[in-house]
């Protein structure tokens, strides 16, 4: 799953890449190139969603390395479990890519460790 992982911090990058987007109806969109406030708090949000993204990749990838390390107690298997959900949610927002794979659909999980 580890490329699951790459797979999700790269999206994360590109969405990073996109910059301030603001809603249609901000003031910063007629005024460029002026001082301004922004009103939308829509980049505030955006910049907040990645990084909460960013810390589940790194919780699940945490997880996964104490896995492999051999704790495996009902606990580590559990909070690996939990997370490989999440970021398998994650990664369905993104399916359309041409680098996400079938097997990181949720529910298919049998797959993932193969
Ligand atoms: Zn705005």
């Known amino acids: ?3 699951l992982i790459a797979f999700l911090r790269a999206r994360l990058d590109d969405d990073e890449q996109l910059g301030e987007i ?5 003031e910063a969109r007629n005024l ?14 955006r910049s907040a969603d990645i990084a909460a ?3 589940i990749v790194d919780a699940y990838e945490n997880a ?3 896995a492999a390390q051999g704790h495996n107690s009902a606990y580590a298997a559990g ?3 939990a997370y490989e959900t999440a970021v398998r949610a994650l990664a369905l927002a993104d399916s359309h890519h041409p680098d996400y794979r079938a097997e990181w659909r ?9």
Do not use: N
């Open 22 to 26: 603001h809603t249609p109806d901000c």
């Open 64 to 66: 996964t390395r104490i």
């Open 1 to 3: 799953m580890d490329d």
């Open 32 to 45: 460029y190139g002026w001082e301004f406030v922004c009103r939308c708090d829509l980049p505030a949000r």
């Open 79 to 81: 909070e690996l479990a």
């Open 53 to 55: 993204k960013r810390r």
């Open 106 to 114: 949720p529910g298919d999980q049998s797959a993932a460790h193969s």
